[in-house]
């Protein structure tokens, strides 16, 4: 299954327990038990990994744009040099 397929699944899970408070929907039952702050625990739990795994993509796409950049000032280095 495609990873972000798994993040909207997730999303919507965390909606219906924490932010609609939905507790004693049928699918929520059968995926973590019958009571209620257990769920609301899963749910903050994967909120805050997700949240987590969003920091870590920015902070790649920084360092993915910090080494882009130090590559073209190590090749205008080695340009002169060749000179």
């Known amino acids: 299954m495609d990873i972000e397929e798994d993040i909207k699944k997730l999303n919507k899970y965390i909606?219906?327990?924490?932010d609609k408070d939905?507790?004693?929907c049928n699918?929520?039952?059968v995926i973590i038990g019958k009571h209620?702050?257990?769920?609301k625990n899963v749910a903050y739990?994967?909120?805050n990994t997700l949240a987590e795994r969003e920091e870590d993509k920015k902070r790649i796409k920084e360092l993915e744009d910090k080494n882009k950049v130090q590559r073209h000032q190590i090749e205008i280095l080695l340009n002169k040099?060749?000179?």
């Not at 209620?36 to 769920?39: E, H, I, P």
Request: charged share 30%.
């Open 36 to 39: 209620c702050d257990g769920s």
């Open 45 to 47: 739990a994967i909120k």
């Open 27 to 29: 699918e929520l039952n």
């Open 81 to 83: 040099k060749n000179y």
């Open 15 to 18: 909606e219906l327990v924490i």
């Open 22 to 24: 939905y507790c004693d």
